[in-house]
């Protein structure tokens, strides 16, 4: 059976363009990628000024940190993505992790994904770019546990394949529960196991 977690999203017209790729507005954190919480607050407070407040579901897949690129793809995309002016720093830090952790074949895609985001190595307008990288090499989500140092968990879906359903839910029906969720995928009783 397939397992599913459910969380919370604020925003606009996301029963329509979930699916499409998701331009990055203000700070992206954790990459460029649909955002989800365990919070319904923090869903309401990304959902004022005409939005909404949606139920995500996703497939389980595979988190950032599980995931090792190897170098010469990570090169590729630096010289393809990353502008020049910030290249030497990039490789200066992607070479001073693998030398650090005695590597020479690859670098974790979270080690990756920090340094450059740390170094603002890739410009907004380059966001479809990395999250597709990302997705090519294996990887579906990131996840943040304690987000702003809250209770608050929060999941960046990079691989779009793997956002199964988006409801709105109205205030009104929003049970005391579901206000905040946990982080667990859970076997979907209406998939059915796939054969091999």
Not at 27 to 53: C, E, F, I, M, N
Not at 112 to 121: K, Q
Not at 122 to 137: D, G, M
Request: hydrophobic share 35%; glycine share 8%.
């Amino acid at each position: 059976m397939t397992k599913e977690l459910v969380m919370w999203h604020g925003g606009r017209d996301l029963e329509s363009n979930y699916k499409n790729d998701i331009a990055p507005k203000g700070k992206w954190d954790h990459g460029p990628g649909l955002y989800l919480s365990t919070s319904y607050l923090r869903a309401v407070q990304y959902s004022k000024g005409g939005g909404r407040t949606y139920q995500v579901t996703i497939e389980e897949g595979t988190f950032i940190n599980e995931v090792n690129i190897p170098i010469d793809k990570v090169l590729g995309f630096i010289s393809s993505t990353v502008p020049a002016s910030k290249r030497k720093d990039v490789l200066g830090y992607v070479h001073d992790n693998m030398k650090r952790l005695n590597k020479t074949d690859s670098i974790n895609a979270d080690t990756f994904l920090n340094i450059l985001l740390n170094e603002d190595a890739v410009k907004k307008t380059k966001a479809p770019q990395l999250s597709s990288f990302l997705v090519e090499n294996g990887v579906d989500f990131s996840r943040s546990n304690n987000y702003g140092g809250s209770l608050e968990d929060i999941i960046v879906v990079f691989n779009k394949s793997k956002i199964k359903k988006v409801k709105w839910v109205p205030a009104k029906e929003v049970a005391l529960d579901d206000y905040d969720l946990k982080i667990e995928f859970k076997e979907n009783p209406n998939t059915k196991m796939k054969m091999k």
